[in-house]
């Protein structure tokens, strides 16, 4: 028993420990970030590893999602007769709750694990340590444009996900399962609000993109700087990241549209 | 305070510096002095705290007591934007050379001069070219690092390291896992570059051939402690029986062959 208290105890220090290692992290991190606006190359090279290179893993996935809930909504929606309103139920999943969700999951599967090897193997092969010996910041000069194109590429990706999950409805709904092609975008044009929908979807990933980013260089940079502590560190990205966006989407979700 | 004139003979002062690890003391009141000019050398046996002693030189960690000055002023008061600018003079050469993986060896050699001057790129073309030559690499520019042999890779940092002209440069064993030519070649380096660019260096290393060979003079560190200094034909003279045994490399003396354990014959009858 005392020795369960003990574990507890430590587990607990050290979990708050990581905590305040993270904000101190992050507030660094921020600061850095007025350093890489002077200098656009470094955001455009890490959009286009972060954002440009996620864009296949996220276009499919986004048909194929779309895809089936094209045919998952016909099925439950003909029975009532209301096959018309396809459009508006494939778009509201999609831009309420699956684009910024699943491309969020995605987007930490392969980016931030990806941000998360990277960075503990430069810590590893004492590429950090080096660049704090020339004088230069590795949280400014690696870090922050990383972070700043994680943020900026999410909602990006999560709109076009949204974007190709609704063709992907409309391809399975119009095209195979014959819903009249006027009703679909009508129907979801008249329906889906730019405020209450659009924007809070795009909300809910420029959310999603700040804490994936985060957790991920995170991770990386607190990494044992061993082969097994950048491979347990990479698992944790992706756990942790899961675990935030499913509880930070209910979150957001009860804010938004519950009326709690 | 005796230390703080920059025209002081000695870049590199350390007083009483105390330093620990978990439980384990890594160094325990030592005290040391670089000289300006020379090429010294910290030797030791493997996890005697050599790469720390960089480190704390360099103002990556704090030591627990005592104080290290660079060119007379406190590493360890210095403002985070001070320190900084006090880095950008000392070069430092990791073991593995640290390079960035990124980039080709041309970029890796500009980056310090792109991050902290603003000089035109045919300047940095320039710059680059002749740090790269003085290390014998010119026509390797456009490799990149996972191309490069680890002496390569070693002298491309080497010449990064003095890309700034840094008044001092930390070598962390620059010798280890060297082929003869490499080797060789990285020895002649180290003086050359240390008499024509008018450095100071600093090297640590178990290698004590090589060392011996360039250093002008010798600090030997044993579990946190200094157990003998000189120059390289004083420590060769040394009576004391731990420097003697390091110096010529025997396997038993002070420091044992084996690690503390059990009486051999009881550990292996406990297991009947």
Do not use: C
Not at chain 1, 49 to 55: A, D, E, K, M, W
Not at chain 1, 119 to 146: C, F, H, N, W, Y
């Amino acid at each position: 028993m005392l020795e369960f208290l003990e574990n507890l105890g430590k587990t607990t220090r050290s979990s708050f420990a990581k905590l305040g290692r993270g904000t101190f992290f992050l507030a660094h991190t921020l600061t850095g970030i007025g350093d890489v606006l002077p200098r656009p190359n470094l955001l455009l090279k890490q959009m286009y590893s972060v954002g440009v290179l996620s864009f296949l893993i996220i276009t499919i996935s986004g048909l194929f999602v779309g895809m089936v809930l094209g045919l998952q909504g016909f099925n439950i929606l003909s029975d009532f007769g209301a096959e018309e309103s396809l459009g508006v139920m494939v778009a509201a999943s999609l831009v309420r709750e699956l684009g910024p969700v699943v491309s969020a999951l995605l987007f930490a599967g392969r980016a931030g694990s990806a941000l998360t090897a990277e960075i503990g193997l430069m810590k590893a092969t004492e590429q950090l340590s080096g660049m704090e010996m020339m004088a230069v910041d590795p949280i400014k000069r690696i870090i922050s444009p990383r972070f700043l194109a994680g943020f900026i590429s999410m909602p990006l990706l999560a709109s076009l996900f949204s974007a190709i999950g609704v063709m992907g409805g409309y391809l399975v709904g119009v095209g195979m399962l014959g819903v009249d092609d006027g009703a679909f975008w009508s129907q979801m044009q008249a329906n889906i609000d730019f405020q209450e929908d659009i924007i809070n979807g795009v909300i809910k990933s420029v959310v999603f993109g700040f804490v994936v980013s985060w957790i991920a260089l995170f991770e990386g940079y607190d990494a044992i700087p061993t082969s097994e502590g950048v491979s347990r560190a990479t698992t944790r990205t992706v756990v942790n990241s899961a675990f935030s966006i499913l509880g930070l989407d209910f979150i957001l979700t009860a804010l938004m549209f519950g009326d709690i | 305070m005796a230390n703080s004139a920059s025209s002081d003979n000695n870049i590199v002062s350390v007083r009483n510096l105390s330093f620990s690890r978990g439980p384990r003391k890594i160094f325990d009141d030592v005290s040391l002095d670089i000289q300006r000019g020379k090429i010294t050398a910290i030797m030791g046996p493997s996890g005697t705290g050599k790469t720390t002693l960089l480190k704390l030189i360099g103002g990556q960690l704090t030591p627990d007591a005592g104080q290290i000055h660079v060119d007379g002023q406190n590493v360890h008061r210095l403002k985070t934007a001070d320190l900084y600018t006090l880095r950008k003079r000392m070069g430092m050469l990791f073991q593995s050379g640290a390079l960035l993986t990124d980039m080709n060896v041309y970029d890796n050699v500009a980056f310090p001069l792109r991050e902290h001057t603003r000089l035109p790129e045919s300047m940095i073309r320039s710059l680059v070219l002749m740090k790269l030559h003085a290390v014998g690499l010119r026509g390797a520019r456009d490799l990149m690092p996972n191309e490069l042999s680890g002496g390569m890779a070693r002298r491309v940092a080497l010449a990064r390291a003095i890309a700034l002209d840094p008044l001092m440069i930390m070598y962390d064993e620059p010798f280890t896992g060297q082929d003869p030519i490499s080797m060789g070649a990285l020895v002649h380096l180290i003086k050359s570059l240390n008499a024509t660019l008018g450095l100071t260096s600093i090297i640590v290393s178990h290698d004590v051939e090589e060392t011996a060979a360039i250093a002008d003079y010798i600090y030997v560190l044993s579990e946190g402690k200094i157990v003998g200094q000189g120059t390289p034909r004083q420590l060769e003279q040394s009576d004391s029986e731990w420097v003697q045994q390091f110096m010529n490399g025997n396997a038993d003396g002070p420091v044992h062959f084996h690690y503390p354990a059990a009486d051999y014959l009881d550990d292996l009858l406990a297991s009947q």
